[in-house]
């Protein structure tokens, strides 16, 4: 009979919502959640992050190591603070970690380059199916690190946990069959290609500064100019950024410098960027640009905009029952406009899921497609 917690009753409860595939049952089953859930975690709130210390609340503290929640498990915030904002490490959500692994497709003998140890229970996932020998794990904070390898050492798996910095892999233990990221980026790294086997599957969080949250799934080939690899969007997954890679946010920042603006209006309702599927491609389609809002009176709010490489910013006030809104944009870019010709891009194609999208990732860059890689996006 299963228990409330534990790892069976999270088992199961992946393999009934069908998240887990068969062959992660058993790696799942071993794996105690628990055994790498640190003490102290931090729960979102309306203001930010609480802490929840496991002596404070052992009985919630148990419920969430099990939930299907994912959990912050490091703050940037002082270790006094009440309240944080800034969270830089987490234990993701059971059910992505699952539908990514089995995205990987590893196969007996397969040797996996993991990219991001965080508390170590990926690691442990992966060396329970492949073995402690076959498994490398990067972690760029020396600290995170340290608490991976005793988490996995009570746990009883010893794959190699390593300190360095992510983006250049880990060429000593290369070639790799498989590579999985634990961190989002937009900007593949030329590494983890290079030191994928031909025919190795890499699967990453990728994402613009608009919209990050999609799972990528890429193929290597092995080229006369340089390995090359492409694939296509297979899931969403919203991940803490590569630290060398996290985009500024200083939205409000750039809008509140001012400066002469060019005012209009639009007919184009803000919250398209509410669609999952416009926003990805307008994001791919509008680089550099991010986004913040702010909340005004009986359901009024503003859209901001900004690039932060130029300084260029816009602004777009919603107005219920509203048919045209204010518009106001500054700077050499006119990020609305691009948000409005992005967007045409995307009905015009038929209203593409971000299912359909695929990267492709060549020693002379990246390059978005539709359906297929001859169909390269306008950028």
């Known amino acids: 009979m299963l228990t409330a917690n534990g ?8 393999s009934h919502g069908g998240h887990l595939s068969a062959d992660w049952r058993g790696p799942f089953l071993r794996v105690d959640r628990a055994r790498f859930i640190p003490d102290r975690i931090w729960v979102r709130g309306d203001d930010g992050y609480t802490p929840l210390d496991r002596a404070a609340d052992p009985d919630r503290w148990d419920h969430l190591a099990y939930a299907d929640e994912a959990l912050v498990t490091q703050v940037e915030d002082p270790p006094d603070a009440e309240v944080a904002r800034t969270p830089s490490s987490s234990a993701s959500m059971p059910r992505i970690v699952a539908r990514m692994l089995a995205a990987l497709r590893a196969e007996d003998g397969h040797r996996v380059l993991e990219i991001g140890a965080g508390t170590g229970y990926n690691a442990a996932l992966l060396a329970a199916r492949l073995g402690d020998e076959q ?15 005793a988490s996995l050492k009570t746990a009883g798996y010893a794959p190699a946990v390593v300190t360095g910095d992510g983006a ?5 233990r290369a070639p790799y069959d498989r590579l999985i990221a634990t961190c989002s980026v937009h900007d593949v790294p030329r590494a983890w290609i290079e030191q994928t086997k031909p025919d190795g599957i890499i699967v990453i969080p990728w994402g613009t500064t608009l919209r990050n949250g999609v799972l990528l799934q890429l193929t290597v080939e092995h080229c006369p100019d340089g390995p090359v690899a492409s694939g296509r969007v297979v899931d969403d997954a919203a991940f803490m950024w ?3 890679q996290a985009p500024p946010r200083d939205v409000m920042a750039i809008a509140r410098a001012g400066g002469e603006t060019h005012d209009s209006h639009t007919g184009l309702d803000p919250h398209v960027l509410g669609n999952d599927d416009a926003w990805f491609a307008v994001g791919v389609l509008v680089p550099g640009c991010q986004w913040a809002t702010g909340q005004g009176p009986d359901g009024a709010w503003t859209l901001w905009l900004a690039d932060a490489g130029t300084g260029s910013w816009a602004s777009v006030d919603y107005e219920p029952d509203a048919v045209e809104y204010d518009v106001q944009q500054h700077g050499p870019r006119r990020l609305w406009a691009e948000v409005e010709a992005a967007h045409a891009w995307w009905a015009d194609a038929g209203r593409p899921a971000r299912t359909q999208f695929g990267l492709t990732v060549t020693p002379a860059g990246q390059q978005v497609w539709l359906d297929d890689r001859g169909n390269a996006l306008p950028v």
């Open 242 to 244: 590569m630290r060398a």
């Open 135 to 149: 498994v490398t794990s990067v972690e760029v904070d020396a600290e995170l690190a340290k608490r991976a390898r």
């Open 7 to 14: 790892p069976a009753a999270l088992t199961q409860m992946l």
């Open 168 to 172: 250049e892999g880990w060429v000593a």
